[in-house]
C-alpha cells in the first residue's frame, strides 16, 4: 500500500497528534449542569484544528464536522480530556479523529463521552488551498483508520453530488 505522492513530504500520525485538558466550569453548562453541546463542539473543533495545524504547517479551516455522537453527559467540576490524531491526508484536506474523556479526580475513573470526525482544508495567508503533507500510517490501527477516512471521503463526496443534482433539479423546475 502506497501512502505517499511523489513530491509531497511524509509525515506519521504521532507527529501532529495533540491533547487538550477542560475543566468544566458552571458558564459551560446548562440548566441541568452538564456541559452544552455547543461548548464541547468547539472544543472538539480546537483539539481537531491543533492536530490538522501541525501536519500542514500552515493554515487550517474547518470544512466539516462529519460525524459526531454524544455518549454521555459531562457536568460540572469535570475534568474534559480531548484527544485529535490525523486519520488521512488528503490533497489540501484532512480528516481528523477526536476522542473526548471525562475524568473523575476524586474517584480517578475515566469514560468515554464523545467522538467526532472533522475534515480541515489547509489554507495559506490569502485563502487559498495548499497541499498538505502525506501520513504515513505506521500501525494496523492507523492503516484501518486511514482506509476508513478514504470511505467516509467517497461517501461525503456521494451526498455532495445528490444535493447538487437535487438543487438542479429544483431549479431547472423554477423552485429555487
Given amino acids: 500500500m502506497n501512502f505517499s505522492g511523489p513530491s509531497r513530504p511524509v509525515r506519521t500520525v ?25 461548548r464541547l463542539m468547539h472544543f472538539i473543533d480546537l483539539v481537531g484544528a491543533m492536530a490538522a495545524y501541525r501536519h500542514a504547517r500552515t493554515h487550517v479551516v474547518t470544512a ?21 490524531s490525523l486519520n488521512r491526508a488528503f490533497n489540501t484536506s484532512m480528516e481528523v479523529g477526536v476522542k473526548v474523556w471525562v475524568e473523575n479526580t476524586i474517584a480517578g475513573t475515566h469514560r468515554h463521552v464523545a467522538s467526532a470526525y472533522l475534515t480541515f482544508v489547509a489554507v495559506d495567508s490569502q485563502g487559498r ?3 498538505v ?6 500501525n494496523e490501527e492507523q492503516k484501518r483508520r ?11 463526496q456521494k451526498e455532495l453530488a445528490h444535493k447538487r443534482s437535487a438543487k438542479a433539479e429544483l431549479a431547472a423546475q423554477g423552485r429555487v
Avoid at 454524544?70 to 475534568?79: K, R
Avoid at 486511514?146 to 461525503?156: F, K, P, S, T, V
Fill in 129 to 131: 488551498r495548499v497541499p
Fill in 146 to 156: 486511514y482506509e476508513d477516512a478514504g470511505r467516509r471521503r467517497e461517501q461525503r
Fill in 14 to 38: 504521532a507527529e501532529s497528534q495533540s491533547e487538550m485538558t477542560e475543566l468544566i466550569l458552571p458558564n459551560d453548562t446548562n440548566t441541568l449542569n452538564n456541559l452544552l453541546g455547543g
Fill in 133 to 138: 503533507p502525506c501520513l504515513e500510517p505506521e
Fill in 64 to 84: 466539516s464536522m462529519d460525524h459526531i455522537d454524544f455518549i454521555a453527559p459531562v457536568h460540572v467540576g469535570d475534568l474534559l480530556i480531548l484527544k485529535s
